[in-house]
T-cell receptor, first 121, second 114 residues
Framework: AQKITQTQPGMFVQEKEAVTLDCTYD???????LFWYKQPSSGEMIFLIY??????QNATEGRYSLNFQKARKSANLVISASQLGDSAMYFC??????????????????FGKGTHLIIQP | DARVTQTPRHKVTEMGQEVTMRCQPI?????VFWYRQTMMQGLELLAY????????DSGMPKDRFSAEMPDATLATLKIQPSEPRDSAVYFC????????????FGSGTQLSVL
């Protein structure tokens, strides 16, 4: 079974409209983290927002917010007032709790297949 | 601005040749990741290192791929021999010890094996 599911392969949205990109996840861990990354046509991966499984408030970063519904295992990204520069691939990702080795630090992320967002003028 | 540096940006090679991709993580980051991105499979975690020690390389084909971290400023991913199915974008990412959330990605190496 896929750990991260993004059901919208592509989306067209009018400039200045709000956008919701869907993401559902599958884990049996109690502690996990959810991420969104943006990949413009230039190819780099840009971190947008993070939500921890124990965070009670939805994460927000400027025009980005994460609509976290734990019981539904969904972590949708909301972009308010979309701009032409928002056109890109968007990836949802998850880090599950794992056995930590000495030294501490991050473990790898599992990514969804992505949503190609196109903002139209 | 501190960033992860990957070289080369683009590599075209013939089947059977050895390919080496290099990554300089952000100074002070203790965890380094290698990802591969293809249209069909998306982003796959190949391997990662913490404090230069390999932690997980279960995503990597062992017969032809190898990943090393000879020092804290250099990670390498080697394919020998390369095959056309290895054509992909290979990303290196690093993360600091005290900020376990996000990964900082390099610009990637676009590999084409003919």
């Amino acid at each position: 079974a896929q750990k991260i599911t993004q059901t919208q392969p592509g989306m067209f949205v009018q400039e200045k409209e709000a956008v919701t990109l869907d993401c559902t996840y599958d884990t049996s861990d109690q502690s996990y983290g959810l991420f969104w990354y943006k990949q413009p046509s230039s190819g780099e991966m840009i971190f947008l927002i993070y939500q921890g499984s124990y965070d009670e408030q939805n994460a927000t970063e400027g025009r980005y917010s994460l609509n976290f519904q734990k019981a539904r295992k969904s972590a949708n990204l909301v972009i308010s007032a979309s701009q032409l520069g928002d056109s890109a691939m968007y990836f949802c990702a998850m880090r599950e709790a794992r056995q930590f080795y000495s030294g501490g630090g991050a473990d790898g992320l599992t990514f969804g297949k992505g949503t190609h967002l196109i903002i139209q003028p | 601005d501190a960033r992860v540096t990957q070289t080369p940006r683009h590599k075209v090679t013939e089947m059977g040749q050895e390919v080496t991709m290099r990554c300089q993580p952000i100074l002070g980051h203790n965890t380094v990741f290698w990802y591969r991105q293809t249209m069909m499979q998306g982003l796959e975690l190949l391997a990662y290192f913490r404090n230069r020690a390999p932690l997980d390389d279960s995503g990597m084909p062992k017969d032809r791929f190898s990943a090393e971290m000879p020092d804290a400023t250099l990670a390498t991913l080697k394919i020998q021999p390369s095959e056309p199915r290895d054509s992909a974008v290979y990303f290196c990412a690093s993360a600091p010890i005290n900020q376990g959330e996000k990964l900082f990605f390099g610009s990637g190496t676009q590999l084409s094996v003919l």
